[in-house]
């Protein structure tokens, strides 16, 4: 461990130290990884000096969908769309067609971004940011499934304008289990598909499969969906609505937010059920069950934080053990890698 000046940083170190405010408030935990966007707000809050790893600690190998800047800057656009928009004018919406190419275009530059395992975490819930990354696996999903570039196209297109409806709602939906809602509540919640549909149904430029993403991703194959029970469910809808759920899921909209693997194990719950199972296959592929950074506890007590992902088998990482099963520390760590331990697996995240 050492002090660095923040300004001598280059992108990539491990925090020794949590990083903590005035107000004692934790602004970056021990362990992150300072990613260029990290250090230029440290710099921006006139931070001037961290505690990070030495240079043999072991390097987490975290993979993202979308650069952090590049994420940020299409939130930044979505938001002002969207935020513009009014509900008698929606030509101006045309403009995220574009930025579902962006997005697209972003996750092909990835180099054999069909082989990769993403490390896709928890978060707040921001609409904005969950068009976003809702985009981002639904489209990776149909092209991993070998979909048509034009399909692809409206499902990009269809993900970025999918919750337009939720801007017409006063329902507080964020982090709450549907069953706090009031029956008031839950009738306006549930009509929020329709009132985005409503707003473009008549939208020359926008396809008439994006036009379903908006009004069908909350309806489910077994006919238990919401807001016309519909069963008879366009593929690429089945694609966008399975993707919509792990999202929402893991950011807490509409629903209580849940750690990424509960969500994993809820869509291997009601594969072929609710949502189409090659679909489902095809998710699973690239979606870390664990991501890095996770902290773990292994079926014999022992304990670390996962570091990489293993290609082949996304609930079988790599862990850095911080205590052995006795519970005694492990001062410099020592690696796991899980897929050449059959007898050891992960049994369950800490918080």
Known sequence: MKLCKVSDLKGGEILAKPIITNDYKVLLSEETILRKDYVQKLIDLEITE???????????????????????????????????????????????????EGIISNILEEEEVVEKIFDIKERSADIYEHSISLCSLSTLTALKLNRDEGEVHDIGVGCLLHDLGLRYLTVDYVDKDPSEFSKLETMEYLKHPVYGYSAVKDEGWLSPLAKNIILYHHERLDGNGF?????????????????????????????????????????????????????????????????????????????????????????????????????????????????????????????
């Open 227 to 351: 807001p016309l029970k519909a069963t008879d469910i366009p593929y690429a809808v089945g694609i966008v609505s399975l993707c919509d759920t792990f999202d929402e899921m893991i950011c807490g909209i509409g629903c209580k937010r849940v750690k990424v693997y509960e969500a994993v194990e809820y869509l291997k719950t009601f594969k072929g059920v609710k949502y189409y199972a090659d679909a489902i296959d095809t998710f699973l592929e690239f979606t870390a069950v664990y991501p890095v950074g996770s902290t773990v506890i292994l079926s014999d007590g022992s304990q670390g934080k996962v570091v990489r992902q293993n290609r082949e088998f996304p609930d079988r990482p790599v862990i850095l053990l911080s205590k052995d099963s006795s519970g005694k520390l492990i001062p410099r760590g020592k690696e796991a890698d899980l897929t050449k331990i059959n007898d050891i697996f992960i049994e369950k995240e800490l918080i």
């Open 50 to 100: 961290v505690y990070i790893k030495d240079k043999d600690h072991v390097h987490m190998q975290e993979v993202v969908l979308l650069k952090s800047e590049v994420e940020e800057s299409f939130k930044e656009k979505v938001k002002e769309v969207l935020e513009r928009h009014t509900y008698n004018n929606s030509g101006e919406l045309a403009e995220l067609q574009s930025t579902a």
